[in-house]
Antibody
């Protein structure tokens, strides 16, 4: 059974940093792209970051580019999101999600979210 | 950025009834590999989103055949037949073809 368990959320002041973690199990972590998706209170879903299987390629929307860094440790089956220079508009529940598998030699988009964690709440407030 | 426009914003359906949700993208979702990476998610109250439909019309594992997806290019539809109580929640369309990846704003389904 695929399991994704996020941790690291909490209350943080504007301008400060926070690092989220996601522990994965039930599948071969190193074979899959991984992503973070967030949801502000009572709002819709917003993609935050994606990372390739090796970690060599990362993708972000402009809203977090330069402030957030996605990374992974395949040996530990763990995904991370380092969030710097946090703003009040970053307040949200952050979900870890499993994307598609690496398919060497195939030009395709692995950008879907087949499995989601339960989320961790980040509140940015003074 | 690709804007995903969902309609309606909300709908109310009787148990056993049928309904549909529309999703339009601001540009074609056909990828250079020929596939269309359009997905549908359901977020039930208090839960994480769950994948219902992938690549326009394929039901994800465990999704009942009451759910069906269709469409092409920029115009897509999710149909729900024989609506059951557990179908309530917010439905999102999502495109995985173009960066930045984008979701629709959601359609809230209520049961009459």
């Amino acid at each position: 059974e695929v399991q994704l368990v996020e941790s690291g959320g909490g209350l943080v002041q504007p301008g400060r940093s926070l690092k989220l973690s996601c522990a994965a199990s039930g599948f071969t972590f190193s074979n899959y792209y991984m992503a973070w998706v967030r949801q502000a209170p009572k709002k819709g879903l917003e993609w935050v970051a994606t990372i390739s299987t090796s970690g060599s390629r990362t993708y972000y929307p402009d809203s977090v580019k330069g402030r957030f860094t996605i990374s992974r440790d395949n040996a530990k089956s763990s995904l991370y999101l380092q969030m710097n220079s946090l703003k009040s508009e970053d307040t949200a529940t952050y979900y870890c999600a499993r994307s598609g598998p690496e398919l060497p030699g195939y030009n395709y988009s692995p950008n879907w979210f087949a499995y989601w964690g339960q989320g961790t709440l980040v509140t940015v407030s003074s | 950025d690709v804007v995903m426009t969902q309609t309606p914003v909300s709908l109310s359906v009787s148990l056993g009834g049928q309904t549909s949700i529309s999703c339009r993208s601001s540009q074609s979702l056909v990828h250079s590999d020929g596939n269309t990476y359009l997905y549908w998610y359901l977020q039930k109250p208090g839960q994480s989103p769950q994948l219902l439909i992938y690549k326009v019309s394929n039901r994800f594992s465990g999704v009942p055949d009451r759910f069906s997806g269709s469409g092409s290019g920029t115009d897509f539809t999710l149909k729900i037949s024989r609506v059951e109580p557990e179908d309530l929640g917010v439905y999102y369309c999502y495109q995985g073809t173009h960066y930045p990846l984008t979701f629709g704003s959601g359609t809230k389904l209520e049961i009459k």
